[in-house]
């Protein structure tokens, strides 16, 4: 058990709606990081946030947004959903962002499918 | 541009050390190398990482080469549990973690 909680751990949804993901990290890391991972993409970064502030951004469509609660619970939203955003969604934590040398720590996943 | 090349799979029997190569022949002096490991139905899991001594852990080894061109984790011992894809990633200053298509691992009993 690596400490990071992602919820729910599937979620089936229709074209066009719109979900959130939610992540709660390990106890006193401040970091969260969602990546998605399809089978022709496999694992990308999406967005990166350090104690509420945004931190990096990698390969997020505009139609999904994230945010960073204080207290450091994380939520993925995906928004006018589309067949291609079926994909498992992790999140991650580490202790900080010293840029490049972390450890994340990753939980097991939300499976989204979009029929 | 790939910053590691690993080979698309491998197999090992159970209880024997499995070598599992990674090159990295762009690498600056700066940069670390990390290794995670996805097991099926799991989100990814740290394994090791290095700069440029050999690293033990409670997991694996990691050797890296003297010009740090290349590395190669190894499990000592593997078991069934140790069926995974494994990841060699490269991470410079500022970078997040990027992941290639990794090594998966089959282990035969």
């Known amino acids: 058990d690596s400490g990071v909680t992602q919820t729910p751990k599937h979620l089936i949804t229709a074209t066009g709606q719109r979900v959130t993901l939610r992540c709660s990290p390990r106890?006193?890391?401040?970091?969260v990081y969602w990546y998605q991972q399809s089978l022709d993409q496999g694992l990308q970064f999406l967005i990166q946030?350090?104690?509420?502030?945004?931190?990096a951004k990698g390969n997020i469509l505009e139609r999904f947004s994230a945010q960073q609660f204080p207290d450091l619970h994380s939520e993925l939203n995906l928004s006018s959903l589309e067949l291609g955003d079926s994909a498992l969604y992790f999140c991650?934590?580490?202790?900080?962002?010293?840029?490049?040398?972390?450890?994340?720590?990753f939980g097991s996943g939300t499976q989204l499918s979009v029929l | 541009d790939a910053k590691t090349t690993q080979p698309n799979s491998m197999e090992s029997n159970e209880e024997e050390p499995v070598h599992l190569p990674c090159n990295h022949s762009?690498?600056?002096?700066?940069?670390?190398i990390h290794w995670y490991r996805q097991l099926p139905s799991q989100g990814p899991e740290y394994v090791i990482h290095?700069?440029?001594s050999n690293v033990n852990n409670r997991m694996a080894s990691l050797a890296i080469a003297e010009d740090r061109k290349s590395s190669t984790l190894i499990l000592h011992r593997a078991t069934l549990r140790d069926a995974a894809v494994y990841y060699c990633?490269?991470?410079?200053?500022?970078?997040?973690?990027?992941f290639g298509t990794g090594t998966r691992l089959a282990v035969r009993p």
């Open positions: 762009t690498i600056s002096g700066t940069d670390y």
């Open positions: 990633i490269r991470m410079s200053s500022g970078d997040k973690l990027t």
């Open positions: 106890s006193g890391d401040l970091s």
């Open positions: 946030y350090y104690n509420g502030e945004e931190r």
């Open positions: 991650a934590s580490s202790v900080d962002a010293t840029g490049g040398y972390e450890k994340l720590f």
């Open positions: 290095g700069l440029t």
